[in-house]
């Protein structure tokens, strides 16, 4: 895959801090009470949060800061008596590599943005964002080289003229989310190689990616296999993890069990097999509690001339 990584490696020296950071910023003020922290940061679903005055930034509180004030006794103050004010920041004119080297170096889940100009808090970049970013980014890149070239091969057409399957194969592993999506990233350039159509592809992409974010998240790793055969693209993830004690709970929008440090990186929001069941025109989940998950996600490829089903976005 020396490619994929190339093309992301040159996304981290390109893509700049404010295009991928989260802009709108909760922020809390150094007379905050301590006492009402532990409701903006449950609400919010965060683990710390700028301290900001007359839009500058002052200082940082985390939930260790919290709990550290409730171990002390949780005596009424402000949050400007608890808070960190050597606050190590990052610019929004910095190269993303910057960001994830600081926020690698540091240990941090997350860096405060300023203008370099005014130094002003523009926002705040988590790995979760950065993450996200280059997806969304990878996507927007992978649709241009598909306007500019329908040169793509006939090694698909020969497939169709053998009627013999292509295989390929990605290993996922478990809690690895610096390569979270990228069997997903993969799949997608070698299927638009092969000159599958990018419905088919997009569809694909998304329904790999949710699962491949699943085995990452709930497993200790699996195995993703795609079968192309003429008309249609077949999608198995397997793996020999917790299971799914009840399936079509899990189908629900909404319904997650990801921990709160998962929903810190963006993730978590229950989202994933609603998504991969609107991609796909047939899904199967067969799991087993202490054993493992099966997931065999079928999509017939678009036939020319066929208006464009209303399909499942990529989150990001
Ligand atoms: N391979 C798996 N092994 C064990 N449990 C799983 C697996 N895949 C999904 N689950 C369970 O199903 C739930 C729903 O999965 P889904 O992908 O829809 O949401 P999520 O992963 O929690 O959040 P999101 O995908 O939106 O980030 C998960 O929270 C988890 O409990
Ligand atoms: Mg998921």
Redesign the pocket.
Known sequence: MPEEVTKIQEMIYELLVREVMTKEVISVMPSTPMSDLREILRAKRISGTPVVEDGRLVGMISIEDFIKWLFDGGQASPVADRMTSDVRTIYDDEPLVQAVNKLERLGFGRLPVVARDTGRLVGVITKGDIIRGLLRHLEVDYRNAEMRGARSSHIFEDIQADRAALKLEYQVRGGDFSRGGASAVRLKTTLLRLGIDPQTTRRAAVAAY?AE???I???EGGCIRVEVEPGIVRLLAE?D????PDVER?MQPG????PDWVRELG????????NIKKCADRLRIDSVVGRG?RLEAEILMERQGEPERDSAQTRA
């Open positions: 949710e974010m699943n085995l998240v709930f497993t793996d993890g917790p299971g799914i899990a319904f997650s069990t990801a993730f978590g929001a229950g989202m994933g097999l609603p998950t």
